[in-house]
């Protein structure tokens, strides 16, 4: 695999994906990386090419050796996978995560997986999120709106023209808030709600 790191050594790309065979191999490469990273100091990963899922013990093993990170990209797949999303040693990490960026690519990202999200990313306050076809997470976004308090930008990216189901406006999107959280928790006149042909993007 290809590694960038900023100067600063906040953030860290892996470009070109290859997942090792062997879990020696992938602890001696984040050994090796840890020579020319201080790991504790990165709060930025980004996983930025597809793979396969069978990599994710490299995911692990880089996630473990990123304890302050907060600001994650991967790819949904990842997400759906029992070794990732319930694994005892990543929730601390998973818990402290701000930022989530699952655009890598249009996929279907099922309301099933977004229940998860909520449970292992409270603290999430930016979410963006590419689906292959609006109306198939349609009802994931009620989900988000009732279930993640500091959520402040949710940025849904679609590949198909969206046909809404359920009317999905300002006013509706500030009763569910306004549902889940109390009247306190939003100030509607600084709320911005945008939808197009190829996004939908809620700003609180």
């Known amino acids: 695999m290809r590694t960038k790191h900023s ?26 990386l840890s020579n020319i990273v201080h790991l504790p100091n990165v709060t930025k990963i980004n996983f930025e090419t597809n793979v396969d899922p069978s990599g994710s013990a490299d995911i ?56 998860n999200l909520v449970k292992r990313f409270p603290s999430l306050t930016h979410m963006e999120v590419r689906v292959a076809s609006f109306n198939y997470f349609e009802s994931a976004i009620d989900i988000l709106l009732s279930h993640q308090q500091n959520l402040s930008y949710l940025n849904i990216g679609h590949s198909t023209p969206a046909i809404f189901n359920q009317p999905f406006s300002r006013s509706h999107i500030i009763d569910k808030r306004c549902q889940a959280f109390g009247f306190n928790t939003i100030d509607e006149h600084k709320m911005h709600f945008c939808v197009n042909k190829v996004e939908m993007k809620i700003v609180f």
Do not use: G, H, R
Request: charged share 15%.
């Open 60 to 115: 692990k093993f880089i996630l473990q050796a990123c304890p302050n990170v907060i600001d994650l990209k991967i790819s949904p797949l990842y997400l759906y996978l029992a070794a990732i999303i319930d694994n005892p040693s990543l929730i601390s990490i998973f818990k402290q995560i701000k930022i989530l960026d699952l655009i890598t690519k249009y996929s279907n990202v099922c309301s099933d997986l977004v229940s």
């Open 7 to 32: 100067s600063w050594n906040k953030s860290l790309s892996f470009v070109n994906w290859v997942q090792s065979n062997d879990n020696d191999d992938e602890q001696q490469y984040v050994a090796y």
